[in-house]
């Protein structure tokens, strides 16, 4: 089943901080984040695992809850860069390493 | 530099017609997926491959058909009978860095197919 994100869309003014959430009616193995911005290919943001481990950019922080099946990606003090698509994925099968399913995507504009 | 090439970039297609679409890495990865990308539907898997000569359906498959023949190169045509077939669809490559996770995807740009 495809992960719910939330919100669908979000406006910041440059500065702000946005918060993007990603839940499953399924457990979680593990939860990726990429950004795509118009036009362009999804590009990689993080991946976090079941218990804790993390890999990504430093700059991005992220949040695994498993009991909840959910996921959360802090973006601090947005740039105009950080508009985009924001995508969540997670394992089809539960740690099959055959692909991912993602969501539909949370849109994220930034105003100066 | 490495990264995954997709071609061609536009494609028109009249009803009927099969067509195929390009995807070449070199960044030595095993695993290699299609998706499409459907506007608000986000992206869905259509085939994947963890080994060359070997590949496997994803949740969206039918009308669609690929090959492994070598590790750089992973093609998907779109047959006739995929009924809507208008769409943007990414391949991707990742390294097999866990034998349990998908590793981080590296995306092309992408093919965008329209069906006249």
């Known amino acids: 089943q495809q992960p719910v994100q939330s919100p669908q869309a979000v406006i910041l003014r440059e500065g702000e901080d946005a918060v993007i959430n990603c839940s499953s009616s399924k457990a979680l193995y593990s939860v990726h984040w990429y950004r795509q911005k118009h036009g362009e290919a999804p590009v990689f943001l993080m991946i976090l695992l079941k218990g804790g481990e993390q890999k990504g950019h430093e700059k991005i922080s992220a949040s695994f809850n498993e009991k909840k099946q959910q996921s959360s990606l802090y973006l601090t003090a947005s740039q105009l860069s950080y508009s985009g698509t924001y995508f969540c994925?997670?394992?089809?099968?539960?740690?099959?390493?055959?692909?991912?399913?993602f969501g539909k995507g949370t849109h994220l504009i930034i105003q100066p | 530099d490495g990264g995954i090439t997709q071609s061609p970039k536009y494609l028109f297609r009249k009803e009927g017609q099969n067509v195929t679409l390009s995807c070449e890495q070199n960044l030595n990865h095993d695993a290699m997926y299609w998706y499409r990308q459907d506007p608000g539907q986000g992206l869905r898997l259509i085939y994947y491959s963890q080994i060359v000569n070997d590949f496997q359906k994803g949740d969206i498959a039918e009308g669609y058909s690929v090959s492994r023949e070598k590790k750089e190169s992973f093609p998907l045509t779109v047959t006739s009978a995929q009924k809507n077939p208008t769409a943007f669809y990414l391949c991707?490559?990742?390294?097999?860095?866990?034998?349990?996770?998908?590793?981080?995807?590296?995306f092309g740009e992408g093919s965008r197919l329209t069906v006249l």
């Open positions: 994925g997670t394992e089809r099968s539960g740690g099959g390493a055959d692909g991912l399913t």
């Open positions: 991707a490559s990742s390294i097999r860095w866990r034998p349990r996770d998908t590793g981080e995807l590296f």
